[in-house]
T-cell receptor, first 109, second 113 residues
């Protein structure tokens, strides 16, 4: 079972930043948090992962709180093609990608 | 070149039949996975497999079996198909047994009638 909590859905205006929160209060000290997304009718796509420090790549930024109990995925300039379900994952000791319900992000013109 | 490819993309079959879904990855990864996404859109892991270890989700019926002829392939065999097996099945791969960047195929939509 997924060990993270995310809002079911969010809307974002095109061109604005999309901030997607995730609670992972049971994450262990040496476990990474991973973010994936699934665009309609496609396979999940890796976005980013982090341990303690904030991370940034060409797709997104990841802000992790100091206590590591929550994180926020930031899409700095959302486009219509970013409409997808976004999954925050705590793999746990078994190191398995277990997907929860995710957040359905709708980017609107 | 597609990193993780599955065939077929669509599969319609009758109850009771036996079918296979093929998966190939050209990334040189050591670990491959099968996931099932049901009508409610929840993605559930079915198997994790590398050349040393098969990890089976205990909820998966034994009618489902992964078969790996080599490191680049992990096929999914399903015996005695049931209506409830209808779903989209995704293959994925990652480097070693780590939940790092995993690459997913485009999915196989299985419909059992």
């Amino acid at each position: 079972d997924a060990k993270t909590t995310q809002p079911t859905s969010m809307d974002c205006a095109e061109g604005r930043a999309a901030n997607l929160p995730c609670n992972h209060s049971t994450i262990s000290g040496n476990e990474y948090v991973y973010w994936y997304r699934q665009i309609h009718s496609q396979g999940p796509q890796y976005i980013i992962h982090g341990l303690k420090n904030n991370e940034t790549n060409e797709m997104a930024s990841l802000i992790i709180t100091e206590d590591r109990k929550s994180s926020t995925l930031i899409l700095p300039h959302a486009t219509l093609r970013d409409t997808a379900v976004y999954y925050c994952i705590d793999p746990g000791a078994g190191n398995m990608l277990t997907f929860g319900g995710g957040t359905r992000l709708m980017v609107k013109p | 070149d597609t990193a993780v490819s599955q065939t077929p993309k669509y599969l319609v079959t009758q109850m009771g039949n036996d079918k296979s879904i093929k998966c190939e990855q050209n990334l040189g990864h050591d670990t491959m996975y099968w996931y099932k996404q049901d009508s409610k859109k929840f993605l559930k892991i079915m198997f994790s497999y590398n050349n040393k270890e098969l990890i089976i989700n205990e909820t998966v019926p034994n009618r489902f079996s992964p078969k790996s002829p080599d490191k680049a392939h992990l096929n999914l065999h399903i015996n005695s198909l049931e209506l409830g097996d209808s779903a989209v099945y995704f293959c994925a791969s990652s480097q070693v047994q780590l939940a790092t960047e995993a690459f997913f195929g485009q999915g196989t939509r299985l419909t059992v009638v």
